[in-house]
């Protein structure tokens, strides 16, 4: 039987990273937010050690360090999140992967197997400028890149995915 749809690519690092940021939900706006916020929280609470620096008072002096330090912990967990979930797929980078889609279900052919999934188990699926995910729960995830697709187009998958109105479907401004 012929596939409805069909994704041919290539894992990479990039498109790990892509996948990591729209899981994440690091829109532009929410990022640029994190930095407004935490940045300035770091500003203030230099501005106060200084102060503290600045009149001999000691005795305060770990209350600012501690917001400062605590200030960067998100951009810093962030970051280190995103290197995680490309180490800890070093296995596939570089690897060929494909998705075909059938009229009951689609198969994932990637280097750690083949995966047979009923549209009716489908969790979700998010969509980005360059990507679609599809998640099967929480946790499993199938990266589409949209410049891969071999047959059909990413907007008529989406549609078909999303006909039942069982698979919850959002659009990411990213």
């Known amino acids: 039987m012929e596939p409805l749809f069909e994704v041919q690519g290539i894992m990479t690092e990039e498109l790990l990273s892509k996948m990591y940021r729209a899981n994440a939900k690091r829109t532009p706006t929410r990022v640029t937010l994190e930095y407004v916020f935490f940045g300035g929280m770091f500003l203030i609470t230099l501005a106060l050690g200084i102060f503290l620096i600045y009149t001999g008072d000691f005795s305060g002096f770990l209350y600012p360090l501690l917001v400062a330090f605590l200030s960067i912990m998100p951009t810093l967990l962030h970051k280190l999140a995103e290197k995680n ?79 039942s109105g069982q698979v919850p479907y959002k659009r990411l401004q990213m």
Do not use: M
């Open 85 to 163: 979930t490309i180490a800890t797929s070093r296995d596939i980078i570089g690897l060929p992967y494909t998705l075909r889609f059938y009229p009951q279900e689609y198969v994932d052919y990637s280097p750690r197997g083949e995966w047979h999934t009923a549209y009716s188990a489908l969790y979700a699926v998010r969509e980005t400028n360059d990507l679609l995910l599809i998640y099967q729960t929480k946790f499993k995830i199938s990266i589409l890149d949209k410049r891969c697709f071999t047959r059909g187009t990413p907007e008529t998958l989406v549609s078909f995915l999303c006909s």
